[in-house]
């Protein structure tokens, strides 16, 4: 069965500095790999996602993500925060089924940024 | 606008009153789903549907019920809510499911006492 893992609940970096929020997932065959982001009292947005090709994927905001097959991961990473990037992380990973859209997300990273 | 649009944004309720979250899209999205969202356990999803009149179980489908009789909408219902129902819940949609990216509302936050 499909599983993400997030495995840091709750990260804080200072503005400015580089960020790297952790994902690996398990699932049989090449996923489809999505990261999104949840400011407070909001839905999701869609960040970045990766299908196949080049596995170094660039994003909104300044956000980019890298597939490492051997790893099973799919890190998001940002080299200088903002302020404004304080929010929840999502990790998800999805497949096609015959009848439906099978999406698994993790339980999510809680990004806080001190000035 | 492009937009998911979930109403009401808070309900509070008691056990056992049947009560309906609508969501509505304006995108012409073939699919939609519905999310609940919990502490640490993410987004698990509860029912989805493919197309108007085609649905089916997520992850979490008991104590609910959805249909889609017209394509921009989704409602969920709740027949008997429970305690354990208390969640923050998401509808989403996207052009096609599979890998499109889906698009969310902006929650419903419900409290079963």
């Known amino acids: 069965a499909q599983s993400v893992t997030q495995p840091d609940i709750h990260i804080t970096v200072s503005e400015g500095a580089s960020l790297e929020l952790r994902c690996n997932y398990s699932y049989g065959a090449t996923p489809y790999l999505f990261w999104y982001v949840q400011s407070p009292g909001q839905g999701l947005q869609l960040l970045l996602k990766?299908?196949?090709?080049?596995?170094l994927v660039q994003g909104i905001k300044g956000f980019e993500a890298e597939f490492k097959r051997s790893q099973s991961s799919f890190n998001l990473r940002k080299p200088s925060v903002h302020w404004s990037d304080a929010a929840e992380y999502f990790c998800?990973?999805?497949?096609?089924?015959?009848?439906?859209?099978?999406?698994?997300f993790g339980a999510g990273t809680i990004l806080r940024v001190k000035s | 606008e492009a937009q998911v649009t979930q109403n009401p944004r808070y309900l509070i309720t008691v056990t056992g009153k049947k009560l309906t979250v609508t969501c509505s899209q304006n995108?012409?999205?073939?699919?939609m789903s519905w999310y609940r969202q919990d502490p640490g356990l993410g987004l698990r999803q509860i029912y989805y549907?493919?197309?108007?009149?085609?649905?089916d179980k997520g992850d979490v489908p008991e104590g609910y019920k959805v249909s889609r009789k017209e394509k921009r909408n989704f409602p969920l219902i709740l027949e008997s809510p429970s305690p354990n129902q208390t969640s923050l819940y998401f509808c989403?949609?996207?052009?096609?499911?599979?890998?499109?990216?889906?698009?969310f509302g902006n929650g419903t936050r419900l409290t079963v006492t």
């Open positions: 989403a949609s996207s052009l096609q499911g599979g890998n499109s990216p889906l698009h």
């Open positions: 998800a990973v999805g497949r096609l089924l015959e009848y439906g859209n099978k999406l698994v």
């Open positions: 990766y299908f196949s090709g080049d596995t």
């Open positions: 995108m012409n999205h073939e699919y």
């Open positions: 549907s493919m197309n108007v009149e085609v649905t």
